[in-house]
């Protein structure tokens, strides 16, 4: 059992009981509207991963199947509320608050596997669990997640976070429900504000190459350990290292983050910057550094005549340093037929971009961090993907045409100070309702972020009313 302790911040409690009260009602008001139609089916659904994808769309498929034969695979007893580490990294959360009993969302009726599966046989339609357990299927859901892969920073173990001025906010394990990453950022801050009493700091904060999970979390402790040093008078060097060429993929969102930045005097962004190596006694990151060395500019075309890719290796060394793992496809799905043979999402469930259905075997859909497919690496994201999936589901159960499809969609809260964030809204297309789909300073969609967004995901994300 998980025993919950309250932790709340005085000034602020009226604010949260406000807020929870209002969500309560609006609950009860969406669930005595909410009507599901149903098809009967006895068809064998088989779905893999107990993460927010599983879990979310096992509620949506519960709901919409009457006498429904469904199978859960997936080990984990204790669920995390990952986004919330990052506000137990900021002391506003503790762990405990970020951890529920999965079987407070595992329906009546629902055969539950406490197993990893170990490989997929898409061509025979089942499946062998870690314990050499075959489960066959008629329609297969992959929702496995992802994996960190810190050992792939040469010189770094999962061991050393949390050591010598390392920490990772995304530091967990979500087979065991152990999430420790928050914890140990938390006490990263306290360390960083003595150290930086008696002397200058610096602090580095990358961000990989591959793709990532709720890519705005590295700015985000950047931002927010800054402000934590802002509020005590002490000052530091910030420097962000991303592989990439900006601080946001979509231009308005990244525009918004740099004018974040003014109110802090010195942070630098070094892009292009990906660390292969850290040498943790001395505190030196070994980064691949990428760059363009352009040559002949053509003024009648206006385009540079030759640009040559150049790499060279950089070292800087810090005195902290939060790490961003690189992260990759789970290896089950990585090595198995279900994944991507080729290209940028190589390894990764190959599902089409829009109907979330496998693009070789018809009875087979991906959803959540798993797909590899562009954005939508977010629990909003995987809010709008279980819709999709239920529905192109449904309508291949009763052999209609597919019936949904999945745009893109994603939300990204980019905490950018305390009580301060950027609310980036956007999909395929880019940004959302661009006069409202971001919001620069908005401390009531930081508040309803930090107090209504958590309890919203435990009592409707997860039970499928989203």
Request: aromatic fraction near 10%.
């Amino acid at each position: 059992m998980i025993t919950k302790t309250k932790k709340m911040l005085p000034r602020r409690e009226a604010i949260k009981t406000i807020a929870l009260s209002t969500l309560s009602a609006k609950l009860l008001a969406d669930s005595s509207s909410n009507k599901i139609a149903q098809i009967d089916s006895n068809a064998k659904i088989v779905i893999v991963g107990g993460g927010t994808a599983g879990i979310t769309i096992l509620s949506h498929l519960t709901k919409s199947i009457k006498n429904h034969n469904i199978t859960i695979i997936a080990p984990n007893e204790i669920h995390i509320y990952q986004p919330g580490q990052v506000y137990v990294a900021a002391g506003l959360y503790q762990t405990q608050d970020i951890l529920k009993e999965t079987k407070e969302y595992i329906p009546d009726g629902v055969e539950w596997i406490k197993e990893k599966v170990e490989s997929f046989l898409p061509d025979e339609n089942s499946l062998l669990t870690s314990t050499g357990k075959k489960v066959s299927y008629d329609y297969l859901i992959v929702a496995t997640g992802l994996e960190y892969r810190y050992e792939d920073i040469k010189g770094l173990k999962k061991e050393d976070i949390g050591t010598r001025g390392i920490s990772s906010v995304y530091l967990n394990n979500t087979d065991t429900g152990e999430a420790t990453g928050g914890l140990l950022t938390w006490q990263w801050f306290q360390d960083i504000k003595e150290a930086a009493k008696k002397k200058k700091l610096k602090l580095l904060y990358t961000m990989p190459h591959t793709s990532v999970k709720c890519g705005g979390v590295a700015q985000m402790i950047m931002y927010l350990s800054a402000d934590y040093l802002k509020k005590e008078n002490i000052n530091a060097e910030f420097i962000y290292t991303p592989s990439g060429a900006r601080l946001f993929g979509l231009k308005a969102i990244d525009e918004k983050l740099h004018e974040s930045q003014k109110r802090y005097d010195s942070i630098t962004n070094r892009f292009h910057h990906e660390l292969i190596e850290i040498d943790i006694k001395t505190k030196i990151a070994i980064y691949k550094h990428e760059y363009e060395l352009k040559k002949g500019w053509d003024e009648e075309f206006q385009e540079w005549e030759s640009i040559e890719k150049k790499s060279e290796i950089v070292k800087i060394n810090y005195d902290f340093i939060h790490i961003v793992p690189p992260m990759v496809a789970t290896s089950s799905v990585a090595k198995s037929k279900l994944a991507k043979d080729s290209g940028h999402f190589k390894g990764w469930l190959d599902v089409d971009m829009n109907s979330l259905g496998h693009t070789k075997y018809k009875n087979v859909f991906g959803l959540g961090d798993i797909c590899g497919t562009p954005l939508g690496k977010t629990v909003p994201t995987i809010e709008r993907q279980a819709k999709v999936v239920k529905n192109n589901l449904i309508a291949l159960i009763t052999k209609k045409e597919l019936a949904s499809s999945f745009d893109g969609y994603s939300v990204c809260p980019i905490k950018t100070a305390y009580g301060e964030l950027v609310l980036a809204a956007f999909d395929y297309n880019g940004v959302v309702k661009k006069d409202q789909g971001f919001k620069n300073s908005k401390k009531k969609d930081w508040l309803s972020d930090l107090y209504v967004t958590k309890p919203e995901y435990w009592s409707k994300t997860l039970r499928g009313e989203v």
